[in-house]
């Protein structure tokens, strides 16, 4: 569940300007020809905002921010999505879209392969998709928008956690779903950090997964700290997950004595960055995310890309994005909040 704002930036706004200029073949599927980037951008174009589940707080910004720039452009965008983090209800939502015509679709996918057949589908149709903070297979998806680098992501993860125990000791990750995608990745990439020889006095005991959902995230923090009584620290790199196990640590003898960091927006973890609970956090701002997808989405629909490597286009205050390797555009480099600037920003 997260590129990221550079440090400068003030939050809603954020207005700054990242580019990507990574090279390679997109991963997208057939497309009916070259990209014109002069091309008139389509005016009330039929947009669905698909997050991985609706009434999350992270979602909410991100679809703010969509809308924002969904508006700017003279678009219509509508959100709709399951109440839980479910790749099969995600299916239902994309078969709707495509029922309805609508032209692209912006989706944080629960799973990259479940929900692939009904994406195919959908293109077929002439839906154009794009992902956004969790990516699907990228034969069944145009352009994946990544919040930041994997690899950016997952080591500044390691880092803060190394950091806050001293480089000593026994850790958990408590994940979103066990199929999420980009947790999945970002996971793996930590397990390649904690073999390196800077981080050998660190031992990773379990992966827990509360299926971005509070009150079974707050039970598995309860259950990773009852099960291994000399664990120094938790990794969460999900706001729904870091939230509850902050506030479990909170209300516990284990406040001050175990660590936590993981991704999470400043609103919620304002709190617990301010009283000690928790001495830092990263993420980037969703509301860029979700503008940025938006951007993408109607450069695709109105035939100024394609979602090949190397095409261009722009994206508003945030500047002229490039089509990367495999279809990928990524927002920036993550951020990291502590209870020095978490006042500086307002998400």
């Known amino acids: 569940m997260i590129a990221i704002v550079a440090a400068a930036l003030l939050l809603a706004g954020c207005g700054g300007t990242t580019k990507n200029n990574s090279g390679g073949d997109s991963g997208a599927g057939p497309t009916s020809g070259a990209a014109d980037p002069n091309a008139p951008t389509a005016k009330d174009l039929k947009i669905t905002f698909l997050p991985k589940q609706v009434n999350n707080p992270y979602f909410t910004v991100a679809q703010g921010g969509a809308e924002k720039a969904a508006a700017a452009l003279g678009e219509q965008l509508k959100a709709t999505g399951p109440s839980s983090a479910d790749a099969s209800s995600q299916v239902t939502y994309i078969n709707t879209a495509a029922q309805q015509g609508q032209n692209a679709l912006l989706l944080a996918a629960n799973d990259s392969n479940a929900v692939a057949p009904a994406l195919k589908a959908a293109r077929k149709q002439g839906m154009k998709v794009v992902t956004f903070d969790s990516d699907a297979a990228p034969d069944a998806r145009d352009v994946f928008i990544n919040q930041a680098s994997s690899q950016e992501i997952a080591a500044g993860q390691v880092k803060l956690i190394s950091d806050a125990i001293g480089g000593a000791g026994e850790i958990a990750i408590l994940s979103a779903t066990a199929n999420a995608t980009n947790q999945n ?91 000690g609970t928790v001495g830092s956090i990263a993420l980037w701002d969703p509301a860029q995310l979700g503008a940025l997808a938006t951007y993408a989405a109607v450069a695709l629909a109105s035939g100024q890309i394609t979602g090949k490597q190397g095409e261009k286009f722009k994206a508003g205050e945030l500047g002229e994005y490039t089509v990367g390797a495999n279809g990928e555009v990524v927002l920036g480099p993550p951020l990291t909040f502590t209870k020095d600037n978490v006042d500086k920003y307002n998400f």
């Not at 997964?209 to 620290?233: E, V």
């Not at 790199?237 to 991704?263: C, F, H, I, M, Q």
């Open 185 to 275: 990745a970002w996971i793996a990439i930590m397990k390649q950090e904690l073999a390196k020889p800077a981080y050998a006095k660190i031992t990773l005991d379990e992966i827990a997964y509360g299926n971005d959902d509070d009150q079974t995230s707050f039970q598995k923090t309860q259950g990773l700290l009852q099960a291994h009584p000399d664990l120094k620290g938790i990794i969460s790199p999900t706001t729904v997950g870091v939230a509850a196990a902050a506030r479990y640590l909170d209300s516990s003898s284990y406040k001050g004595k175990v660590a936590l960091t993981g991704l999470g927006t400043p609103n919620q973890m304002r709190k617990f960055l301010q009283d």
